[in-house]
């Protein structure tokens, strides 16, 4: 993702759907991908971004580039999110 790409999160039939602005054209992230997950799972409990970080223990970049789709976790860094928040091992498995 270039640095004139941006995201965009939209309500939809009460579904957020993100999408990548590049370019005026806007490119949706998968239902399925990684970020997505977290960034549906860190609203469903109400909390900011900053917030999520600190209890997961991650810096808030991170949390970020996760659910924008700049970076995909490792499966290190999945794991101690799922215990840092009792999660099954497997929550955002693909």
């Keep these: 993702m270039n640095s004139n790409t941006t995201l965009r999160k939209v309500l939809h039939n009460d579904e957020i759907e993100v999408y990548r602005v590049r370019s005026k054209s806007l490119v949706k992230l998968p239902e399925d ?3 997505k997950k ?3 799972f860190r609203l ?3 909390i900011m971004q900053k917030d999520f970080a600190k209890k997961a223990g991650f810096c808030v970049g991170t949390i970020i580039k996760w659910e924008n789709g700049k970076i995909i976790p490792y499966v ?7 215990d840092a928040f009792g999660l099954d091992s497997d929550y955002f498995d693909n």
């Design 38 to 40: 977290i960034y549906k």
């Design 44 to 46: 469903s409990l109400g």
């Design 33 to 35: 991908s990684i970020g």
């Design 76 to 82: 290190k860094s999945l794991k101690q999110l799922c």
